[in-house]
């Protein structure tokens, strides 16, 4: 499991939000995890089903001091409705309504179903300076 993005927060502001949207309108279910630096324990954990923008929003709660250098791992599974045989999987991050990054994968079958995962790093160090 590789980070393909990092997401930088400000330590002093508010905790972070995850929205969660499947492209095209697609049903799905996903599993979220938040994970410490080693990516072996999970700090937080979570659920939904891509129903709703309202139930695909979750505020992590646990603190930010500990969020710096984990991880957000999203499994999803989505249903191949055609005409569509891809499957997008978007999730954004927000701290205090602000936009911090909304990192991304898309997967193609021929499948009734695909998995879609998403996995990104967490940096309390502002982009673009040294950590």
Same mark, same amino acid.
């Given at each position: 499991?590789?980070?393909?993005?990092?997401?930088?927060?400000?330590? *002093? #502001?508010? @905790? /972070? &939000?995850? +929205?969660?949207?499947?492209?095209? @309108?697609?049903?799905?279910?996903?599993?979220?995890? %938040? $994970?410490?630096?080693?990516? /072996?324990? %999970? !700090?937080?954990?979570?659920?939904?089903?891509?129903?709703?923008?309202?139930?695909?929003?979750?505020?992590? #709660?646990?603190? !930010? @001091?500990? $969020?710096?250098?984990?991880?957000?791992? !999203? *499994?999803?599974?989505?249903?191949? $409705?055609?005409?569509?045989? &891809? =499957? &997008? %999987?978007?999730? &954004?991050? *927000?701290?205090?309504? +602000?936009? $911090?990054? =909304?990192?991304?994968?898309?997967?193609?079958?021929?499948?009734?179903?695909?998995? %879609?995962?998403? *996995?990104?790093? !967490?940096? =309390?160090?502002?982009?673009? #300076?040294?950590?």
């Amino acid at each position: 499991m590789t980070a393909t993005q990092t997401i930088h927060f400000d330590p *002093t #502001k508010g @905790a /972070l &939000t995850v +929205q969660l949207l499947c492209g095209n @309108a697609q049903p799905g279910s996903y599993d979220v995890s %938040v $994970l410490d630096p080693s990516m /072996l324990n %999970v !700090l937080e954990h979570w659920s939904g089903d891509f129903q709703s923008p309202t139930s695909d929003r979750h505020t992590i #709660k646990t603190p !930010l @001091a500990q $969020l710096d250098g984990a991880y957000i791992r !999203l *499994t999803s599974e989505v249903a191949l $409705l055609p005409p569509y045989n &891809t =499957a &997008t %999987v978007f999730v &954004t991050v *927000t701290q205090n309504g +602000q936009k $911090l990054g =909304a990192p991304s994968d898309s997967e193609t079958s021929t499948a009734s179903s695909v998995e %879609v995962d998403v *996995t990104f790093a !967490l940096s =309390a160090t502002p982009a673009g #300076k040294p950590g």
